[in-house]
Each structure stands twice: as C-alpha cells, then as structure tokens.
C-alpha cells in the first residue's frame, strides 16, 4: 500500500511513545536475543508530552522546556548541545531553525547536516563555541559522535520530527535510510542516556 492510500482514508494521527517503542522492537527482534532487546526498550517515563500536532514547533519546545533559559543560562560547554533535534533532510532542518525563532532566544544553533557542510567544519564550531541547539539529520550527527566531534553528556532532550511529511507524504520513519541511521544513533547512546534517565525523548 501507499502511504498516500492509507492517508487518503484517515488523517494523520500524531506519533506517541508507543509508536517509537514498536518500532525498535520490530528492528531488533531477527537479530538480538530477548535480553538484548530488554536493554533496548524505552519505558514511558523515557518520554516527553508528545506533539497533538496542534503546536508550532516554538510552542512545543516551550511546553516540554519551561526552564529554559535557566538551561540556556547554566549550559558552559563546548562539543555539546542541550538540545539536540532529528529531522530527515537538510532543508527540514532549516525550516525548523526558523521555526523556532519564538522560542530560542539568543541562544546559538548549530546546523548539523552534511549539505554544503564539511564534518571537520562542524567540528571545529563545536570544539571552539558553545552551542545550545543542534539541529540535523540523523546520519551526521552519528558521524559527530562517532569522531568524538559531538558529546551527548549536556544533551537533555533529543527531538524527533516524527509527524512531518515530505512531499511524498513520507515521515522520516518511512524513509529507509534516515529510520536506519536514526535507529543507530538512538542505539549507539541515547537509549541508555534515557534509560538512565539524563535524556528524554520528545516527538514533534
């Protein structure tokens, strides 16, 4: 079936932990024993409110984030984020920085996709300055943390843009590649930091 078929039929329904928590079961479960797969779930505590798709995405982060500029205020370190948003391409991260104007403040961004952007580049921004939101694709920012060029120890909330559709009407989830590489970074660290409960995961 197409997605535009199945949507035709029905509105979108916004995306809830359970959703996220499916999603992995089914991508572990040929290939991990059932202890593996314990280590790899997400109870609902791992999560924020999600989006009732009637947010912008500045109210949204409002929502979840009240103390924000105490967090902006307190945040000191280089090589990291507070904030850190997925999303599937490079010009949905854009628009999602702009998207956010209301509610960042004077706070720095930083972009985090590989379009017209060198690794090494982004690197040295995150070596040197002191960023409090990261805003990207999937692939890249495991790439930064794989080179050790992005540190998740300052990360509290990680964003995916779970609801948004492309012009294919494709979520990010529904895109191979970008599922893939989101699954891997989740798995590389950020389940275990919300297992421990230093992260929580919002779905915008």
């Known amino acids: ?5 199945i949507l035709e039929k029905s509105a979108p329904k916004p995306g809830v932990p359970k959703d996220l928590q499916d999603l992995l ?3 572990f479960s040929a290939r991990r024993s059932v202890i593996e797969i314990e280590e790899l779930k997400l109870s609902d505590s791992c999560f924020l409110p999600a989006n009732d798709l009637t947010h912008s995405f500045s109210s949204y982060l409002k929502e979840i984030c009240p103390k924000w500029a105490k967090l902006r205020k307190n945040h000191k370190e280089t090589k990291s984020v507070v904030i850190l948003v997925i999303c599937s391409s490079a010009l949905r991260s854009l628009e999602l920085i702009k998207s956010m104007t209301a509610f960042k403040g004077d706070c720095r961004v930083l972009k985090l996709f590989a379009k017209h952007i ?3 580049e982004q690197m040295t921004m ?6 409090h939101i990261g805003v990207g694709t ?4 495991k790439a930064l943390v794989e080179q050790d ?3 998740l120890n300052s990360t509290k909330y990680m964003i995916l843009d779970w609801n948004w559709r492309d012009q294919k009407l494709r979520r990010m989830m529904d895109i191979p590649e970008i599922k893939k590489e989101t699954i891997d970074l989740l798995e590389m660290k950020i389940i275990k930091l919300c297992r421990e409960g230093s992260v929580k995961l919002g779905l915008f």
Not at 1 to 5: E, G, W
């Open 1 to 5: 079936k197409k997605i535009s078929d």
């Open 25 to 27: 079961s089914q991508h």
């Open 118 to 120: 060198k690794i090494k």
């Open 126 to 131: 995150l070596e040197k300055g002191v960023f």
């Open 138 to 141: 999937p692939g890249r920012i």
């Open 149 to 151: 060029g992005l540190s």
